[in-house]
Nanobody, 118 residues
Framework: QVQLVESGGGLVQAGGSLRLSCAAS????????MGWYRRAPGKQRELVAT???????NYADSVKGRFTISRDNAKNMWFLQMNSLKPEDTAVYYC????????????WGQGTQVTVSS
């Protein structure tokens, strides 16, 4: 089992920055993808960014050039640096830990609120 704890959300003005962190504890696996998703009010959860064990990254078009995902394998943590925030970035952000074995297992953080005021 894997437990995830997020931190770093909050209220920020448009144009500002926030950094989200996610720490995984429990079992460790070698093939993992760590990511961030978000759910805005009245919308479905959407992918924000992912990073693989090898360091390959993927971003939603809406955040490219503004958000950066990174990971610290030694600490089993990953981060989302969010710059140039916009009101439309307001959402609950969830960290995700995907383990690929013979099946795919997804673990989720509790969610952290990010609110961007105009």
């Amino acid at each position: 089992q894997v437990q995830l704890v997020e931190s770093g959300g909050g209220l920020v003005q448009a144009g500002g920055s926030l950094r989200l962190s996610c720490a995984a504890s429990g079992s460790r696996f070698s093939i993992t993808t760590m990511g961030w998703y978000r759910r805005a009010p009245g919308k479905q959860r959407e992918l924000v960014a992912t990073i693989t064990s090898g360091g390959s990254t993927n971003y939603a078009d809406s955040v490219k050039g503004r958000f950066t995902i990174s990971r610290d394998n030694a600490k089993n943590m990953w981060f989302l640096q969010m710059n140039s925030l916009k009101p439309e970035d307001t959402a609950v952000y969830y960290c995700n830990y995907r383990v690929v074995l013979t099946s795919i297992y997804d673990y989720w953080g509790q969610g952290t609120q990010v609110t961007v005021s105009s």
